[in-house]
C-alpha cells in the first residue's frame, strides 16, 4: 500500500526515477547515513556494488520498522565521484528496479570531496512513511 501522493506542478516535464515533491502522513522512518558495507564493515567493489548494498542496508533498516520500498517518500544521495556516478548509471539504474521497483521518492544526488568512511563511494539517507494504523 502506498502511503503518499506524487507531487507534479502542472506545466513540469516528467522527471524520470525520481519525484519532484511528495505529499505523505503517517508514522515517520528516517535513516541514518547508509554506506555500501556489510554486516562485518567489508565494503563491496566500485560504485554499482556498493550502491547495492546501500539499498540492502536501507531495506534492512526498513524492515526493521514494518516497511518497505513502497513506503520511501525521500532519498538524499551523497557521492564522491560525479563522473563514476554518471558511467555507472546503467548498472545502478537495474539495481534499483531489482531492489525498489517502480518507487520513486523524491530524491537529490549531491557530490562531496569525501566521506567519513574512507573507502565509500556514497552514502545514502533515507525517509519513508507508513500509514497510521
Known amino acids: 500500500m502506498t502511503v503518499h501522493q506524487t507531487l507534479l506542478p502542472p506545466g513540469w516535464p516528467r522527471p ?70 554518471i558511467a555507472s548509471l546503467p548498472a545502478i539504474g537495474t539495481v534499483y528496479r531489482e531492489l525498489i521497483g517502480k518507487n520513486f521518492p523524491a530524491m537529490a544526488v549531491v557530490q562531496v570531496a569525501a566521506l567519513v568512511e574512507a573507502a565509500a563511494l556514497m552514502e545514502i539517507e533515507a525517509t519513508a512513511v507508513l500509514p497510521e494504523a
Open 16 to 85: 524520470k526515477g525520481y519525484a519532484n515533491g511528495i505529499a505523505a502522513s503517517g508514522r515517520m522512518i528516517f535513516t541514518g547515513g547508509l554506506v555500501g558495507w556489510d554486516a562485518e564493515e567489508r565494503f563491496a567493489t566500485g560504485l554499482a556494488g556498493q550502491f547495492r548494498q546501500v539499498l540492502q542496508n536501507m531495506l534492512a533498516v526498513l524492515n526493521e520498522a514494518g516497511a518497505g520500498p513502497e513506503h520511501l517518500v525521500r532519498l538524499t544521495w551523497y557521492i564522491t565521484d560525479r563522473d563514476d556516478y
